[in-house]
């Protein structure tokens, strides 16, 4: 009996009534719904079939057919071939709308599994998504579906952190800039600064003017780091990460970085990567006389320089080998 207990204490808190995860039984369940239901509520099962990549397509395409149909028969009085050539046009285009929105939701839901969000999160209001469902109607590459899922998921978590701004932002996107922003994502500091010396590889003058042109960030900007008479000098990287460098004293090395616009931002922040700490390491140290690159907390001081917490380093021999 006590292990009967056990076994039920520890099934997934993350099961609920009809199968329905835990995760969209909140806000995230809502704006799902909203998304791939056209705002009617649909059945925990259904949504599950969904987050699992489970879809009857006729059936969806019944469903649009026949709510078309109830209006297209009442026009149909005077010319029945051309208003169903339109109908057949107006189903083919809800059909593939539809099909764009449960793309993202799917990719949504796989997000929200790894983070969920809180249960005290209100969700994105009826205006945000009123928006977010325009635009993610037309999104019809993998990429651009993937920056929405994420946009969504992270509105879910946060209402109010994505801004309408980034919405339309993303919606401008073609393929070839989507990718190149994913390129961009490891050299981006949390503190909107991105550190092109290590984007690898690196962007041609074209692909930085076609992001700069496309409002993602501006660029002509840079860091002076000047190493000081002890051999060293500590520079932030974002929020509480910094990196110390040192070398020869007096030794001046210019970083170059381009500053994200706030939908630029609000990407990078939404879709997260892990800061490439290695490349940014090697594009110091062409300088030769630069000798080791240390990253970690970096904790600022009153009337103090501050000091690194160190958690790797990279020097010479590490980044040649």
Same mark, same amino acid.
């Given at each position: 009996?006590?292990? $009967?207990?056990?076994?039920?204490?520890? /099934?997934?808190?993350?099961?609920?009534?009809?199968?329905?995860?835990?995760?969209?039984?909140?806000?995230?369940?809502?704006?799902?719904?909203?998304?791939?239901?056209?705002?009617?509520?649909?059945?925990?099962?259904?949504?599950?079939?969904?987050?699992?990549?489970? /879809?009857?397509?006729?059936?969806? +395409?019944?469903?649009?057919?026949?709510?078309?149909?109830?209006?297209?028969?009442?026009?149909?009085?005077?010319?029945?071939?051309?208003?169903? +050539?339109?109908?057949?046009?107006?189903?083919?285009?809800?059909? +593939?709308?539809?099909?764009?929105?449960?793309?993202?939701?799917?990719?949504?839901?796989?997000?929200?599994?790894?983070?969920?969000?809180?249960?005290?999160?209100?969700?994105?209001?009826?205006?945000?998504?009123?928006?977010?469902?325009?635009?993610?109607?037309?999104?019809?590459?993998?990429?651009?579906?993937?920056?929405?899922?994420?946009?969504?998921?992270?509105?879910?978590?946060?209402?109010?952190?994505?801004?309408?701004?980034?919405?339309?932002?993303?919606?401008?996107?073609?393929?070839?800039?989507?990718?190149?922003?994913?390129?961009?994502?490891?050299?981006?500091?949390?503190?909107?600064?991105?550190?092109?010396?290590?984007?690898?590889?690196?962007?041609?003058?074209?692909?930085?003017?076609?992001?700069?042109?496309?409002?993602?960030?501006?660029?002509?900007?840079?860091?002076?780091? $000047?190493?000081?008479?002890?051999?060293?000098?500590?520079?932030?990287?974002?929020?509480?990460?910094?990196?110390?460098?040192?070398?020869?004293?007096?030794?001046?090395?210019?970083?170059?970085?381009?500053?994200?616009?706030?939908?630029?931002?609000?990407?990078?922040?939404?879709?997260?990567?892990?800061?490439?700490? +290695?490349?940014?390491?090697?594009?110091?140290?062409?300088?030769?006389?630069?000798?080791?690159?240390?990253?970690?907390?970096?904790?600022?001081?009153?009337?103090?320089?501050?000091?690194?917490?160190?958690?790797?380093?990279?020097?010479?021999?590490?980044?040649?080998?």
């Amino acid at each position: 009996m006590a292990d $009967q207990d056990d076994e039920s204490n520890n /099934r997934p808190s993350s099961l609920v009534e009809g199968g329905l995860p835990q995760l969209l039984a909140g806000p995230a369940g809502k704006a799902i719904s909203r998304l791939v239901g056209a705002g009617i509520e649909i059945p925990a099962a259904w949504l599950e079939g969904i987050s699992q990549g489970i /879809r009857d397509k006729t059936d969806a +395409r019944s469903a649009i057919s026949k709510a078309l149909a109830v209006r297209a028969s009442e026009l149909a009085l005077g010319n029945p071939e051309t208003v169903e +050539r339109a109908m057949q046009s107006m189903v083919a285009k809800a059909y +593939r709308a539809q099909i764009n929105k449960e793309e993202i939701a799917k990719l949504a839901v796989d997000d929200l599994k790894e983070t969920p969000a809180s249960v005290a999160s209100a969700g994105p209001s009826e205006q945000w998504m009123a928006k977010f469902e325009g635009f993610a109607a037309d999104a019809v590459d993998t990429d651009l579906r993937t920056m929405f899922s994420r946009l969504l998921s992270g509105e879910i978590r946060d209402p109010g952190s994505i801004s309408p701004a980034t919405l339309q932002f993303v919606s401008l996107l073609d393929a070839e800039i989507a990718l190149l922003i994913e390129k961009t994502l490891p050299a981006c500091g949390a503190d909107g600064r991105v550190f092109l010396d290590a984007i690898r590889p690196s962007f041609s003058i074209e692909e930085n003017t076609a992001l700069e042109t496309g409002g993602f960030w501006s660029l002509g900007k840079s860091i002076s780091l $000047q190493i000081g008479d002890d051999g060293k000098i500590l520079s932030l990287i974002g929020n509480d990460e910094g990196y110390m460098v040192e070398g020869e004293p007096g030794t001046t090395e210019n970083v170059n970085v381009g500053l994200l616009s706030l939908p630029g931002r609000n990407l990078v922040r939404t879709i997260k990567k892990s800061f490439d700490r +290695r490349t940014f390491a090697e594009s110091l140290m062409k300088n030769e006389k630069i000798e080791k690159v240390s990253f970690g907390r970096l904790v600022l001081l009153p009337e103090d320089k501050g000091h690194l917490q160190p958690e790797e380093f990279y020097d010479r021999a590490s980044v040649c080998r």
